[in-house]
């Protein structure tokens, strides 16, 4: 089973920066995606970005040209890269892998790290 374990976020003001890694520990084989998302309370988790197994990048509409993701296969991180943050950027943000690993395909969740957007 892999472990992921988030860092990165704060306290930011509107038009801010932040990044956001993600490091995973464990055997796995396959990586078929890494992705980020977000949840604010009383809402659902929403996915933000996806870095597919072929390197292709999704975004969510709301964070298109403003996020980027990113992966570092050498240490099994992956990123994001949040500009120009919004208020309604703040959220508790999650990265979750999609792996496969002693022949079966599993997901595993970080435990999430803050973002506050506020002057």
């Known amino acids: 089973q892999v472990q992921l374990v988030e860092s990165g976020g704060g306290l930011v003001q509107p038009g801010g920066s932040l990044r956001l890694s993600c490091v995973a520990s464990?055997?796995?084989?396959?990586?078929?995606?890494m992705n980020w998302y977000r949840q604010v309370p009383g809402k659902e988790r929403e996915l933000v970005a996806t870095?597919?197994?072929?390197?292709?990048?999704n975004y969510a509409d709301s964070v298109k040209g403003r996020f980027t993701a990113s992966r570092d296969n050498v240490k099994n991180t992956c990123y994001l890269q949040m500009n120009s943050l919004k208020p309604e950027d703040a959220a508790v943000y999650y990265c979750?892998?999609?792996?496969?690993?002693?022949?079966?395909?599993?997901?595993?969740w970080g435990q999430g790290t803050q973002v506050a957007v506020s002057s």
């Open positions: 870095i597919r197994q072929d390197g292709l990048l």
């Open positions: 979750n892998w999609d792996y496969r690993a002693a022949g079966t395909s599993r997901l595993s």
């Open positions: 464990g055997r796995f084989s396959i990586i078929y995606a």
